[in-house]
């Protein structure tokens, strides 16, 4: 038997020999795209491996009886098989052949550079094969050794990446997904390096417009980490995907750009003068990328996101996978081609898709009950006791509101298509008429119209996350407990957001009324079982719970929402943790649950305290605390929302005070910090968390809480924007949460700044 099989002959039903990755490569090599030429090392190779060296029986045996709840033992277990497969000599003949054919690959004509005598640069990759199930890639970790240079070290990271079927991650899914352990093989794949002089991406779907007759490229000299960075501004070209005319090109200047060393380090170098403002592609390698990324699409029938690289004047694609998210901008709006309908509104994409029904307008909370399923619901402002009817609408149109209101929050995670900030939405539509919202772009058509395919939603696929590794944790903000699993799928490292107050809309009752008639006990109840499907979803990943920050404007609807008093700003007035302390029966039942459920096995569960302003606060929620039974920051993880610029003001004495966590709230802190109300469509454009001021204090909280060993994360909406994720993993952040739709993106790039800021630092 062959130990290796070549790209060459390799297709997309080779899995069971070169696992998903490599016989993704096998077919594009069949496709005559051009990817860097490899081999895999055969997913039979490993198997023949752990069984000639013995150890096969041992890793049965390690896995016997586990359970893998218990965390410390599987990470026991994941460490020690770990350890045994990186201890075992991989049989002289397997070695050999692997040897033989990495000089082969360096040996080989072609136009990857930096081969000294037949040692090539290659990446050494894991590529799993979980049985029935192409897209389960979280059965074998991703391991990847990049610029690997010379044969002993090649044979070497071949059996690293065979280790790293057993991290404990990759055990704990498979048991949870039900796979034989000793089913599942592992290839490795050598894929050449290629020396970049230009690189980018390239979208086969204007990601902005979601045009998808655009094809968008995004180009560097040199390697394009500097891009994710904001090191450098990529040189842009839309592509008409039909005339294959550039439509448009940006080209912006580049004086620096990163590029490997013949150690196979990336270092910078200056770009000489002349090059500087000269467009980075020419005509033919633009024409060249369009060809391939219309044929990938094709072949895949699925819009692509592709990273690309030239050598030598030569294009290589170096990887594609599915676009699953696109963001919207409202000034790219306003210059796109319309459906041709008759438009009725326009307003901001808070959460994208399209959508034909009736119209049913709902200016009062007691209307609620008029939304049949499938209607569109159209209200001034959506507010949180509005989620029951929010679940039963197809979609949903405000007047108010910016991407942080509630409405865009509960939508994106809902999936139904939103927008928010028409002004007149409730003047201008009709209860009962029937509208297509094209909420994609912004707009509602008059009547019910067939939205051309580039209106096509494109909704994150559950299984179809890739398990990159990130040193800082991707969570997911969870507000429905309902849709925990579909959170759960993407592969999200814990929540970093639940919004008690979601769940307590669900029950229809105001927590000051439970009180007030002494059903504490339902109120317990009722936060527990939600808090629970989200705990159980994720075990034993962290779900850090936010106690009730309730608005007084905002729970009117809720029985005894009517004795709420009338604030002139209910955004700045009597909620969160203030409010808590002046009712700490309330407070008390929501710790209570979460002792509960502790109590249950869900010792997951962490808590923290909204809108934070003075540490007594923190202080008095500790010793509420104490009083179920809990002991804060060691029998639970308790922390604090930084949603306050006296928040970060007064961080030094709240760390002194004692606590495990902190978690940015961007929402509220830009508001509070620019002074820009969040909801207000107006001044909608003003509000952003990019805001020098806004990130100053971020930068200065982080550093505190580090000398205090307090960990840092952000829950607000800004941790879905790829920006503010560069700039956090700079400044060390330990936890990034974002949108359920959002999180595989901003796990790439995070992934990305992270190799960057690795590189910088050698
Ligand atoms: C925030 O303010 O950023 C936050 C996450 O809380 P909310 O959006 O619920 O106010
Ligand atoms: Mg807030």
Redesign the pocket.
């Given at each position: 038997m062959s130990y290796v099989v070549w790209f060459k002959d390799l297709t997309k039903d080779s899995i069971a020999v070169a696992g998903g990755k490599g016989s993704n490569l096998g077919e594009m090599y069949q496709l005559h795209v051009p990817v860097p030429n490899g081999f895999a090392v055969t997913a039979q190779t490993y198997k023949e491996f752990i069984e000639r060296t013995r150890i096969k029986d041992t890793i049965q045996q390690l896995l016997q009886g586990l359970n893998v709840e218990e965390t410390d033992a599987l990470q026991a277990v994941a460490e020690q098989i770990q350890r045994l497969i990186v201890s075992v000599p991989v049989p002289e003949d397997i070695a050999e052949e692997i040897m033989d054919n990495y000089e082969l690959l360096g040996a080989e004509k072609g136009a990857q550079s930096l081969v000294q005598g037949n040692e090539v640069f290659v990446a050494v990759r894991s590529s799993a094969t979980a049985e029935d199930l192409p897209s389960a890639s979280f059965a074998g970790q991703q391991a990847t050794f990049l610029n690997v240079k010379g044969k002993e070290s090649v044979v070497l990271a071949v059996r690293s990446c065979w280790a790293s079927l057993f991290t404990a991650r990759a055990i704990y899914y498979r048991e949870k997904q039900k796979f034989d352990h000793a089913k599942v093989l592992i290839s490795a794949i050598i894929q050449k390096m290629v020396n970049a002089e230009k690189s980018g991406i390239m979208f086969t779907i204007n990601p902005a417009t979601n045009h998808a007759d655009e094809i968008v490229i995004e180009a560097v000299y040199g390697l394009g980490e500097m891009i994710v960075g904001g090191e450098v501004n990529p040189n842009t070209y839309i592509v008409d995907k039909n005339t294959r005319e550039t439509k448009k090109m940006e080209v912006r200047a580049q004086d620096v750009g990163l590029f490997r060393n013949a150690q196979g380090l990336n270092e910078k170098r200056a770009i000489p003068k002349e090059m500087q403002e000269r467009q980075v592609l020419d005509q033919k390698q633009v024409q060249e990328l369009t060809r391939l990324g219309k044929k990938l699409e094709e072949h895949y029938g699925q819009p692509q996101d592709i990273e690309w690289a030239v050598e030598r004047g030569e294009v290589f694609i170096v990887q594609t996978r599915a676009v699953t998210t696109f963001k919207s901008h409202q000034e790219e709006r306003s210059t796109m081609t319309e459906e041709g309908g008759k438009i009725l509104l326009k307003g901001e994409t808070a959460s994208a898709g399209v959508y034909s029904g009736p119209v049913r307008i709902v200016l009062n909370p007691n209307e609620l009950g008029k939304i049949q399923k499938g209607d569109i619901l159209v209200t001034p402002m959506t507010t949180p006791d509005m989620v029951p009817a929010m679940q039963r609408a197809g979609a949903i149109i405000t007047n108010e509101g910016g991407l942080?209101c509630h409405a865009a929050?509960v939508s994106r995670e809902m999936g139904t298509p939103c927008i928010v900030g028409t002004e007149h939405a409730t003047d201008v539509l009709k209860d009962g008429e029937i509208v297509t919202v094209h909420a994609s772009r912004g707009i509602v058509y008059e009547g019910a119209m067939e939205i051309k395919p580039e209106g096509k939603v494109i909704t994150p696929s559950a299984e179809g996350h890739e398990d990159i590794l990130t040193a800082t944790e991707i969570k997911v903000i969870l507000d429905l407990p309902d849709f925990a699993d579909k959170a759960a799928a993407t592969g999200a490292d814990g929540v970093g957001?639940v919004?008690s107050e979601i769940i307590i809309a669900t029950g229809g009752i105001h927590p000051a009324e439970y009180m007030r008639q002494g059903k504490q006990k339902e109120y317990v109840s009722l936060l527990k079982n939600g808090i629970r499907k989200v705990a159980k979803a994720f075990k034993p990943r962290p779900v850090w719970v936010r106690c009730s920050?309730m608005r007084s404007d905002e729970y009117r609807g809720l029985a005894g929402g009517d004795k709420e008093p009338k604030e002139t700003d209910p955004m700045i007035g009597w909620h969160a943790i203030r409010r808590l302390l002046d009712e700490p029966e309330i407070l008390r039942c929501e710790f209570q649950a979460i002792r509960e459920l502790h109590y249950e096995g869900y010792k997951n569960v962490g808590v923290m305290i909204p809108f934070v302003i003075r540490v007594e606060e923190v202080r008095k929620a500790k010793e509420i605390m104490r009083s179920v039974g809990l002991e804060p920051c060691k029998a639970i993880q308790f922390g604090i929302?930084v949603?306050t610029p006296a928040a970060c003001w007064i961080m030094e004495d709240i760390c002194k005070e004692g606590i495990s966590f902190v978690s940015f709230?961007?929402?509220?802190?830009t508001q509070l910090t620019l002074g820009i109300d969040r909801n207000n469509e107006k001044i909608a454009p003003l509000f952003n968390e990019m805001h020098p001021a806004v990130l100053g204090e971020i930068a200065k909280v982080i550093k505190v809480c580090k000398k205090y060993g307090v960990k840092t994360s952000v829950?607000?909406?800004a941790g879905s924007r790829p920006e503010m994720a560069d700039f956090l993993v700079h400044q060390g952040v330990d936890s990034i949460s974002a949108n359920v739709d959002a999180v595989e993106s901003i796990r790439r790039t995070v992934a990305r700044v992270e190799r960057k800021v690795m590189m910088e630092k050698k």
């Open positions: 942080t929050i957001l919004r920050d929302m949603e709230g961007t929402n509220d802190l829950c607000g909406q």
